[in-house]
């Protein structure tokens, strides 16, 4: 799971700093990020994404403390609103679940082959393929559960003009926020690749408590309860 990524990182970090220059310049070249890289496909659609930034301009912050986004480098608090929650901060790449081509232990460093909610058939979430994103596990600063979000509840995540729905799919560090699968960021144009992906660009999470559509892995069925939330949430607000 997610949550686990971030320390084995660190230690490998901390490892190739001892590795001598010699072994680290025959090491196999990484793709360039344009390889993996693709046009923009979100979900779109109404409301649009302006519609949608435009009721989260302002935060009533929610959470007591703020949160760490890694790609962004910046401090992120939880703001709430009538009928969700949302941050804005860059993207981390989660591929975390069903070993795929895209997602396994040799595209990721810290890959693990499961997530914390499970596909209707009982198998992790497909990274890769399944639009999902992190949300910290449950803390003094804000507790998810407790706030009335469960596993498979639909988010709203915008980007440069673009809309994609995704699910609660993963838990990540308690302290560390903005992260979502390779699915969602390939959507949204976002550099997918688990090794060098992600954005320290503005990208803005919105999640509605209560709002799970089905199979967690059904898109088509995310994408239409997702807009029809997202169009209460800008009547509302």
Same mark, same amino acid.
């Given at each position: 799971m997610a949550k686990l990524k971030y320390a084995l990182a660190a230690l490998i970090a901390a490892a190739v700093v001892l590795?001598?220059? #010699? &072994?680290?310049?025959q090491a196999a070249p990484q793709?360039?990020?344009a390889a993996v890289q693709a046009a923009p496909h979100a979900d779109g659609g109404?409301?649009?994404? /302006? $519609? &949608?930034?435009?009721?989260?301009?302002?935060?009533?912050?929610?959470?007591?403390?703020?949160?760490?986004?890694?790609?962004? *480098?910046?401090?992120? *608090?939880?703001?709430?609103? %009538?009928g969700a929650f949302f941050w804005t901060s860059g993207m981390n790449i989660d591929c975390d679940?069903? %070993? %795929?081509? #895209?997602?396994?232990?040799?595209?990721?460093?810290c890959y693990q082959n499961d997530t914390s909610f499970h596909q209707s058939d009982g198998k992790p979430m497909n990274a890769a393929k399944t639009p999902y994103v992190v949300i910290p596990l449950p803390s003094s600063r804000f507790n998810y559960g407790a706030n009335g979000i469960k596993g498979?509840?639909?988010? /709203?995540?915008?980007?440069?003009?673009?809309? $994609?729905?995704a699910v609660f799919g993963d838990e990540g560090p308690n302290n560390i926020i903005g992260e979502a699968s390779y699915a969602t960021a390939q959507?949204?144009?976002?550099n997918p690749d688990p090794k060098n992906g992600g954005t320290a660009d503005p990208v803005t999470y919105i999640v509605f408590p209560g709002s799970k559509s089905g199979k967690i892995e059904?898109? %088509?069925a995310t994408v239409t309860k997702g807009r029809q939330v997202a169009s209460t949430f800008v009547s509302k607000n």
């Open positions: 590795v001598p220059a #010699q &072994l680290t310049a793709a360039p990020a109404s409301p649009t994404a /302006a $519609e &949608l930034l435009a009721k989260t301009a302002n935060c009533k912050v929610v959470s007591k403390g703020t949160y760490t986004n890694t790609q962004a *480098n910046k401090k992120v *608090n939880i703001c709430g609103a %009538t679940g069903q %070993t %795929t081509t #895209q997602c396994n232990k040799n595209t990721d460093c498979g509840d639909i988010l /709203a995540v915008v980007y440069k003009g673009q809309v $994609e729905y959507a949204l144009g976002i059904d898109h %088509t």
